[in-house]
Nanobody, 126 residues
Framework: QVQLLESGGGLVQAGGSLRLSCAAS????????MGWFRQAPGKEREFVAA????????AYADSVKGRFTISRDNAMSTVYLQMNSLKPEDTAVYYC???????????????????WGKGTLVTVST
């Protein structure tokens, strides 16, 4: 049974940093793209970042470019999201996602995800 378990969320002041982790289990994820999405209160879930399984290339939403960094540890089947210079508008539930399509593009468009985590809450205060 595939499980994605996020951790690292919490309350942080604006300008601060958090590091999210997502541990995947249930199968090998070395050939899965891995990524992060978020959903703020009253809004739809949106793409945040993704990392390609084959060459570790990355993609980011414009709103987080230069502030967030995605990375992965294939040996640990874990994906990370380092979030710096956090803003109140980054407040959301952050979800881990994995996908096995050839291209990472569907994931970045929010239409290509095989499995979702249950989310971890990030709250950025002013």
């Amino acid at each position: 049974q595939v499980q994605l378990l996020e951790s690292g969320g919490g309350l942080v002041q604006a300008g601060g940093s958090l590091r999210l982790s997502c541990a995947a289990s249930g199968r090998s994820f070395t050939t899965y793209h891995m990524g992060w999405f978020r959903q703020a209160p009253g809004k739809e879930r949106e793409f945040v970042a993704a990392i390609n399984w084959s060459d570790s290339s990355t993609a980011y939403a414009d709103s987080v470019k230069g502030r967030f960094t995605i990375s992965r540890d294939n040996a640990m089947s874990t994906v990370y999201l380092q979030m710096n210079s956090l803003k109140p508008e980054d407040t959301a539930v952050y979800y881990c996602a994995v996908d096995r399509r050839y291209s990472m593009a569907p994931m970045t468009q929010g239409i290509g995800v095989d499995y979702w985590g249950k989310g971890t809450l990030v709250t950025v205060s002013t």
